[in-house]
């Protein structure tokens, strides 16, 4: 799977738009980029995934650059409970490969009053 | 939906001693039940993949006979850490992929393990 790079952490105002950037040069035609969000002591959440097509859902959208080399998950009304380590993992989506997902150090996001 | 449960979420055992922990998908049958740990302020490292009904496969570095993977149902899979050190102390995290082809892993809260 292509190594992602991520910002270690960043603060952003809580009802503001938060917009988490993340690099994947190295990405395959067949990849995909998903992203999850750890809550402090807690397990992984899904949060949204994509191949090419920007993507939406009822907790983030989700921008891929054209040439896919980079990304930005954008979750529109931050609030605080927000607040959490968030992945970027890319990889491929069969099941010859596992599912392996393979974490990285994530960006630690701090929602602030 | 898609519910994995762990139990238990918390354990305090003495050196020596051995823990078990269970993985359950609630509401869905998982093929594939993933196990990570997580050490603090580190990322999540994946452990082993555990299949219904097959050998658990483990990531290099990971001593297979001192953690115990054990996918008896579609439905648990259990961790047991033998022989346990201070040293293993860490949040074990597990996940499952269900049945069917969905390609989605759907992850439990998580068991904070301390060993005295």
């Known amino acids: 799977d292509a190594k992602t790079t991520q910002p270690t952490s960043m603060d952003c105002a809580e009802g503001r738009a938060a917009n988490l950037p993340c690099n994947h040069s190295?990405?395959?035609?067949?990849?995909?980029v998903y992203w999850y969000r750890q809550i402090h002591s807690q397990g992984p959440q899904y949060i949204i995934h994509?191949?090419?097509n920007n993507e939406t859902n009822e907790m983030a959208s989700l921008i891929i650059t054209e040439d896919r080399k980079s990304s930005t998950l954008i979750l529109p009304h931050a609030t605080l409970r927000d607040t959490a380590v968030y992945y970027c993992?890319?990889?491929?989506?069969?099941?010859?490969?596992?599912?392996?997902?393979?974490f990285g150090g994530g960006t630690r996001v701090l929602v602030k009053p | 939906g898609a519910v994995v449960s762990q139990h238990p979420s918390r354990v305090i055992c003495k050196s020596g001693t051995s823990v078990k922990i269970e993985c359950r998908s609630l509401d869905f049958q998982a093929t594939t039940m993933f196990w990570y740990r997580q050490f603090p302020k580190q990322s999540l490292m994946l452990m082993a993949t555990?299949?219904?009904?097959?050998?658990?496969?483990?990531e290099q570095g990971v001593e297979k006979d001192k953690f115990l993977i054990n996918h008896a149902s579609l439905t648990l899979s259990t961790l047991t850490v033998t022989s346990a050190h201070p040293e293993d102390s860490s949040f074990y995290i597990c996940?499952?992929?269900?049945?069917?082809?969905?390609?989605?892993?759907?992850f439990g809260p998580g068991t904070r393990l301390t060993v005295l």
């Open positions: 190295t990405i395959s035609g067949n990849e995909y």
């Open positions: 994509g191949l090419k």
């Open positions: 555990s299949n219904e009904g097959s050998k658990a496969t483990y």
């Open positions: 993992i890319v990889r491929v989506p069969i099941k010859a490969a596992g599912n392996k997902l393979t």
């Open positions: 996940s499952a992929r269900p049945a069917g082809g969905h390609n989605e892993q759907f």
